[in-house]
């Protein structure tokens, strides 16, 4: 994917979602394939100051204190170095703020030394709105704060982002209010043209994504798997209870998207709302296997059956797709999900299981394993760093 490591580097001041934007780039490119690791200075701060005082540790002044900082920056560094070039890393996000051109540059010049390119990416937030709700959200639950109040906490966090406020020295590409506006300079390769489109994509709005399968279809209960078969009596009657489920969510801009098969449009016709179709959320197609069960699979393709269980990621069937290939299909899914607000995703369990890798972390070897039992609904409510997600199961349906 990448003819050398790209090491990303966030830039900024505290509680301007460095740390929101690491994780999901670090999620979304292990996704699609690219060894992707996060190195959070402030976590090696706190591994080596293991009690936090107060903002005074961040005075410009505080010569102690800025020994400490550059030398957890070092390791974080040295630590980058060793799994980029030792470990088959492709991509490291540097995370820390940053701000100084003085900074910037010796991290360039280690670039440089190791033969790494380098990408800033640096978040600028004017909204005091904005600002305020990261510091409640997600600073007061920091290990640093966990000995104070929340008025006490906040103080001693604006008097901080304070500290760094006089120094601070802004780059020439940067995401603005957090994705009003977006200045973009000297893209290298592709995968730095990959980031910049996934971030351009991201938002902060809150908003739930709801994921389920169709209903039982006819195929289903004959044990065949693939095919373009209807829904059963029992799919239709999963159809109008997920109507009903989703009337009570209270959602007046819902989208509803379907794959093309007949078993997702059933199941969407039931909501009586419009839905929109798309491919790309089309079954994994298991060529030669297609409306097969999985004892004639054995029996047939013996070799095949092996090979599959070898590596269920990889496995290709016969004129068909892999996992691996369906990530890549549904990509453009995932960009426009991080586009949307509220979406519900009626879709087929080997998609499914992709969707969910994407948003819950998981790795390509847990990704064919994730449980995504028929007539249940997965409600993903994306938080700070990660997502709430409540599944609701037939008993909450019917």
Not at 350 to 355: F, G
Request: glycine fraction near 6%; hydrophobic fraction near 35%; proline fraction near 4%.
């Amino acid at each position: 994917m990448t003819n050398c490591p790209t090491l990303i580097v966030t830039v900024g001041l505290p509680a301007r979602g460095k740390t929101y934007i690491s994780k999901k780039l670090t999620r979304y490119l292990n996704w699609i394939g690219v060894p992707t690791k996060e190195f959070n200075v402030g976590q090696y701060r706190r591994e080596c100051v293991k009690i936090y005082k107060s903002f005074e540790f961040f005075r410009p002044d505080n010569e102690e204190g800025l020994k400490i900082r550059k030398q957890c920056a070092s390791a974080a560094l040295n630590d980058v170095r060793q799994y980029l070039t030792e470990e088959g890393g492709q991509v490291a996000v540097f995370d820390a703020t940053n701000t100084t051109r003085e900074r910037r540059e010796t991290i360039n010049r280690f670039a440089e030394q190791n033969g790494f390119k380098v990408f800033f990416v640096e978040s600028v937030c004017e909204d005091p709105d904005v600002i305020a709700e990261n510091i409640v959200q997600v600073k007061l639950g920091s290990p640093d704060y966990t000995h104070c109040n929340t008025e006490q906490a906040v103080e001693d966090f604006m008097k901080r982002i304070k500290c760094y406020e006089n120094s601070y020295q802004e780059t020439l590409s940067s995401i603005i209010d957090v994705g009003r506006r977006y200045l973009v300079n000297q893209v290298q390769d592709h995968i730095q043209s990959r980031i910049v489109y996934y971030l351009m994509n991201i938002h902060i709005t809150p908003r739930s994504i709801y994921l389920c399968r169709h209903g039982e279809s006819e195929l289903n209960v004959r044990g065949r798997i693939g095919g373009d078969s209807g829904l059963t009596a029992r799919g239709k009657e999963f159809a109008r209870c997920l109507g009903q489920f989703m009337h009570k969510q209270g959602i007046s801009d819902l989208k509803v998207w379907t794959s093309q098969m007949k078993r997702t449009i059933q199941t969407a016709e039931a909501l009586g709302v419009p839905y929109e179709q798309w491919k790309a959320l089309n079954e994994i197609d298991a060529g030669v296997c297609e409306e097969l069960m999985y004892e004639e699979i054995q029996q047939r393709y013996p070799l095949e059956f092996a090979l599959r269980d070898q590596d269920k990621y990889r496995y290709r069937y016969p004129k068909g797709e892999s996992y691996e290939d369906l990530v890549q299909r549904l990509e453009p899914v995932i960009m426009e999900l991080e586009r949307q607000e509220n979406v519900l995703v009626i879709c087929h369990q080997a998609v499914m299981r992709c969707l969910l890798a994407y948003f819950l972390d998981k790795t390509a070897e847990e990704l064919p394993y994730l449980k995504c039992p028929l007539h249940s609904v997965l409600k993903l409510t994306p938080v700070a760093y990660g997502n709430d997600m409540p599944f609701f199961l037939p008993s909450h349906l019917y």
